[in-house]
């Protein structure tokens, strides 16, 4: 595997489950982030790890945990989601420093029925 | 606190026309620029940067932009356009220094190229 990876790709969930997504990148980088991205809105940054310290909260409702074990994992846990949290959450890397691009993960789309 | 305005949300255009896509930010310090392009079902992939020195900035599959402080844009451009450039384009500027990368990302522009 190469670049950043997202499983599932796709999801459906109730109000009431409990799920993962799960986020991996090879590329050797030092911080990671989870954006949500809703349609006709601008992609909304969820959350920052920076050597698997959490750097950024951006006022993310508690129903959505984060986990970073390492550099090179990131999970999003998951729990008594309402639909409008159906969107694309993606997943990104970079090596940090603010001139250098964020790699992006294809995402996972997600249903909350 | 810095943001991006891509002002058009949809830009329909004949294949082998030009194509400009505006972008217009607003900071009071030092930014850097992106532009990044998602296909139907994919991420996010950068199709160029602006850090420093020259204004016009090369990208990747023909594209270009330039960086202009006075009006504080930065239009992305392509002289022929085909089929396969039918994507969403988001342009974005950094937020800060410090240790992490923090973006701040337009609404988006569609681009729909038609035969």
């Known amino acids: 595997e190469t670049g950043v990876t997202q499983t599932p790709r796709h999801l459906v969930m109730g109000m009431t489950n409990k799920k993962s997504l799960k986020c991996e990148q090879h590329l050797g980088h030092n911080a990671m982030y989870w954006y949500k991205q809703s349609a006709k809105k601008p992609l909304e940054l969820m959350f920052v790890y920076n050597f698997k310290e959490q750097t950024e909260n951006n006022s993310v409702p508690s129903r959505f945990s984060p986990e970073c074990p390492n550099s090179s994992h990131l999970f999003l846990h998951l729990h008594t989601l309402q639909p409008e949290d159906s969107a694309l959450y993606l997943c990104?890397?970079?090596?940090?420093?603010?001139?250098?691009?964020?790699?992006f993960g294809p995402g996972t789309r997600l249903t909350v029925l | 606190a810095q943001s991006v305005t891509q002002l058009d949300s949809q830009v329909p255009v004949f294949e082998e026309a030009p194509v400009e896509l505006r972008c217009n930010y607003s900071s009071s310090v030092s930014v850097y620029l992106f532009w990044y392009v998602q296909y139907p079902n994919q991420g996010l992939q950068l199709l160029l940067k602006?850090?420093?020195?020259?204004?016009l900035v090369k990208g990747i599959n023909g594209f270009e932009a330039e960086f202009n402080k006075s009006q504080t844009s930065f239009h992305l451009r392509k002289p022929s356009v085909h089929i396969s450039d039918t994507a969403e384009y988001f342009c974005?500027?950094?937020?800060?220094?410090?240790?992490?990368?923090?973006?701040?990302f337009g609404t988006g522009t569609l681009l729909a190229v038609q035969p």
């Open positions: 974005a500027v950094s937020d800060g220094g410090g240790a992490t990368n923090k973006l701040i």
């Open positions: 990104a890397s970079s090596q940090g420093e603010v001139r250098n691009e964020q790699f």
């Open positions: 602006y850090l420093s020195g020259s204004t």
